[in-house]
């Protein structure tokens, strides 16, 4: 049997403020990975395709309105809901690549002044990530480089907000990669923590749950 056999892909979480950059470098790691042969896939939250999905979509693009808290669990039901699928490609050796997680739900809804312990309830059970990796970039540099898009949560001082609350969520295993350096160099640190992060899957670390 080659699926007990086989070792399991790891589940890497990148995370940082909008224009951070996150979303070109996983489509940068992600190539790099499949090109070396890997089996990996990229994910992201919100995953605007499902039925839960096209209502934070709306609620994003200001065309629907929401109570903070309904909008909170929207999200973590979006995670909720790609769970099994989510363990079943990690236990047969596929890699994932996600751009956001629950930080991010935890992040932005707190820096709306939500308790950060209910905040963090609902995500309890899901899967942990095996890396989290943080673009790390000031709002305001972020800011400069342009292109807030006229969703809800792009604006400074929200983010300003959005930075405080990942600081405050932070913890020694995140690895934190200073997003103003070129694309090429973030692209090589990257690699080099997630490949790294690969082989301790590779040789057998367990999964595990939120919140660790
Ligand atoms: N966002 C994202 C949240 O507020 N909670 C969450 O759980 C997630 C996953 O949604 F402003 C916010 C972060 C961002 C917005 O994300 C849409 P993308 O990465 O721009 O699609």
Redesign the pocket.
């Known amino acids: 049997n080659t699926e007990s056999n086989s070792s399991r892909g790891a589940l890497i979480v990148l995370e940082g403020l909008?224009r951070c950059g996150k979303?070109s470098q996983s489509g940068r790691l992600y190539k790099y990975l499949d090109e070396q042969g890997h089996s990996v896939e990229s994910w992201?939250?919100?995953d605007r395709n499902t039925g839960v999905g096209q209502m934070i979509s709306s609620y994003?693009a200001n065309k629907s309105q929401l109570d903070d808290h309904a909008i909170h669990l929207l999200?973590?039901a979006n995670r909720w809901e790609k769970r099994s699928l989510m363990e079943e490609k990690l236990k047969s050796g596929t890699t994932l690549i996600v751009?956001?997680?629950?930080y991010?739900?935890v992040a932005?809804?707190s820096a709306k002044g939500l308790d950060i312990g209910w905040c963090k309830a609902p995500e309890i059970g899901l899967l942990a990530p095996d890396l989290v990796v943080y673009l790390d970039i000031s709002p305001e540099k972020a800011a400069e480089r342009g292109g807030y898009g006229d969703?809800r949560?792009?604006q400074l001082e929200f983010q300003k907000k959005v930075a405080g609350s990942y600081l405050a969520l932070r913890d020694s295993s995140w690895k934190v990669i200073d997003a103003t350096l070129s694309i090429e160099d973030i692209e090589k640190k990257l690699r080099e923590v997630v490949l790294d992060c690969m082989m301790t899957c590779h040789k057998g670390k367990a999964l595990s749950h939120l919140w660790p």
């Open positions: 909008d979303t992201r939250f919100p994003l999200f973590s751009d956001r997680y629950s991010s739900g932005f809804s969703e949560y792009e």
